[in-house]
């Protein structure tokens, strides 16, 4: 199945000048979505990941999705002020102006093995903040793994020293 026939390009969304990769149009599809988590869990199957990190909020559908794949448990990271429990944040820089990231400071034990899932690779702040909060709080990171991957942004350089692999790249 050609996963990138089913990715609708929507011009101008979210702001003028950005083309949005909307994943709606795959994942309606019943035979999208399976293909979709097969390409993502395959690298990881027999790796010993136990838990599986999505960023919100796209990245949870997509996340847990993988964790159920792989046997593994599901942790989220929320933008500010969602999660209920004591969190941790770590900020990051956007074109204009910073945004952060939030987890539960008891979400994950020293040393678990961790994948974060997220669907879009653009210039890897989003993904560089989430992988220093698995950091921080002693996780041991194994990889990170996207739907999409947007080669000429780039995002891999944030992520330096990082396993980092994408199903599709542009
Ligand atoms: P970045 O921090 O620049 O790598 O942006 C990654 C986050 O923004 C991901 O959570 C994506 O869901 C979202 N994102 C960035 N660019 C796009 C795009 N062109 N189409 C869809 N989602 C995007």
């Given at each position: 199945m050609d996963l990138k026939q089913h990715i609708?390009?929507?011009p101008d969304f979210p702001k003028p000048g950005i083309?949005?990769?909307?994943?709606?149009t795959l994942l309606r599809n019943p035979g999208g979505l399976k293909a979709t988590i097969d390409r993502l869990s395959e690298p990881y199957e027999g790796?010993?990941?136990?838990a599986v990190i999505g960023i919100e909020s796209r990245g949870f559908i997509l996340g847990a999705t993988v964790a159920e794949r792989l046997g593994a448990g599901f942790i989220p990271i929320r933008k500010p002020g969602k999660l209920p429990a004591k969190s941790l944040r770590e900020?990051?820089?956007?074109?204009?102006g910073t945004d952060a990231l939030e987890i539960h400071e008891?979400?994950?034990q020293r040393g678990q093995r961790i994948l974060i899932v997220d669907d879009v690779l653009a210039t890897g702040g989003t993904a560089a903040a989430a992988a220093g909060l698995v950091k921080q709080l002693g996780g041991e990171?194994?990889?990170?793994?996207?739907l999409i991957e947007l080669?000429?942004?780039?995002?891999?350089s944030k992520l330096s020293g990082e396993q980092v692999y994408s199903v599709l790249q542009y």
């Open positions: 609708r390009h929507v083309l949005f990769y909307d994943i709606t790796k010993g990941i136990e900020s990051y820089a956007l074109e204009y008891d979400a994950i990171l194994h990889g990170l793994a996207f080669s000429f942004l780039n995002g891999k």
